[in-house]
């Protein structure tokens, strides 16, 4: 059973978004369903070290793509991109030095973070690109 459902509500109307922010729910779904499977920590952590080095891309992708449409709260997801990449490092560190560290935590962490931003804060920009008019499909 997957820790996050996709469905429709995270579209943003952004092609590349859309499927840069699926990818990473498959990701993360693929660590759960392994950790709850009884998967060993290495395996699972396999799994979050992908997801962290494409949330790393994705993230510069996103920056740039906001950057060529002007986009007004490029700071702000700049931050919020910036704490999370140090908040996840942060913590798969502790988990790979600490075998009682409960992967449960990084879990629960990236599946609250990734949802809330798609849903709160991506979706803003998404709101905005339809707002101007500005062509959804980025290369």
Known sequence: MPI??????????????????????????????DFTAGA?????????????DYASYHFSAEE?????????KLEEQCREH????????????????DKKFLMLEVMTFLNDWL???ILKVDSEY???IAAKGMPINLA
Not at 4 to 26: A, P
Not at 64 to 72: D, G, T
Not at 82 to 97: A, C, G
């Open 40 to 52: 060993t920590p290495e395996s699972v952590s396999s799994i979050l070290d992908e997801l962290v």
């Open 82 to 97: 910036e704490q999370f990449s140090k908040r996840i490092t942060q913590m798969l560190n502790d988990q790979r030095s």
């Open 126 to 128: 998404g709101l905005y």
């Open 4 to 33: 996050v459902m996709w469905d429709k509500s995270f579209l943003l109307g952004v092609t590349q978004f859309d499927e840069h922010h699926q990818h990473l729910v498959g990701l993360l779904n693929q660590a759960y369903d």
């Open 64 to 72: 740039l793509w906001m950057r060529e449409q002007s986009y007004p």
């Open 115 to 117: 949802t809330h931003h």
